[in-house]
Structure formats: structure tokens, C-alpha cells
Nanobody
Framework: QVQLVESGGDTVQAGESLRLSCTVS????????MGWYRKPPGKYREFVAS???????NYADFVKGRFIISLDNDKNIVSLQLNALEPEDTPPYFC????????????????WGRGTPVTVSS
């Protein structure tokens, strides 16, 4: 069974920084692309950033160079450094991962954590 657990969410002032982490645990073969999404109130979950095992990254336009995603392959941890936070960055953040759980099934499955709350006050 695979589990993803996010941590690092907190309440901060606008302009401050936070570092979110997501740890993958359980029984699996390999982990593929990992990333971060967030869900604004009343809206669908939106993409924030992703990172592949080779280190290739992708960011949403609204990040504007403020966020940095990183991956520790040895520890199965993906992190998101949030800088210059704005009140609009408040939605809870979720971590998905592509996980291959069976050596006989090449296609990975998508797993999600339960999210970590971030509150940015102006």
C-alpha cells in the first residue's frame, strides 16, 4: 500500500516563505513524476509544479519564479519552496505521484496525499 503525506503548511504573512514536503512510503517498484497541486475555494484543483526523476521541472505560469520544486530520490521526498507568498497562494496544497506498484504491470498509478493547509494573510 502506498501513502503520500504532506507537511510544512502554516499561517504566514504576505511576502514570507514556506517549505512544503511530501513523503512517499509503502511498498512499490518505482516512483515517477511527482508534483504539487492546490485547490482554491470553489474551484477545481490546479497544477502548481512537477518534477521528473531526471530533475526536469515544470511550473504553472502563476508561480512567476517564486516557487522551487525539488526531489530527493533516495528518501522519496518531493519539496516545494514557496517564496514571496501572496494571499492568493492560500489554498491547501496536495502532492501527487506516479507510482509503479507491481513489476508485472508497467503502467504507474496516480496516488495523492490528503493535503497540507497554507494560509497567507495580507
Amino acid at each position: 500500500q502506498v501513502q503520500l503525506v504532506e507537511s510544512g503548511g502554516d499561517t504566514v504573512q504576505a511576502g514570507e516563505s514556506l517549505r512544503l514536503s511530501c513523503t512517499v512510503s509503502g511498498t512499490f517498484v518505482t516512483i515517477g513524476t511527482m508534483g504539487w497541486y492546490r485547490k482554491p475555494p470553489g474551484k477545481y484543483r490546479e497544477f502548481v509544479a512537477s518534477i521528473k526523476t531526471d530533475g526536469a521541472t515544470n511550473y504553472a505560469d502563476f508561480v512567476k519564479g517564486r516557487f522551487i520544486i525539488s526531489l530527493d530520490n533516495d528518501k522519496n521526498i518531493v519539496s516545494l519552496q514557496l517564496n514571496a507568498l501572496e494571499p492568493e497562494d492560500t489554498p491547501p496544497y496536495f502532492c501527487p505521484a506516479e507510482v509503479r506498484v507491481n513489476v508485472y504491470i508497467p503502467s504507474p498509478l496516480d496516488y495523492w496525499g490528503r493535503g497540507t493547509p497554507v494560509t497567507v494573510s495580507s
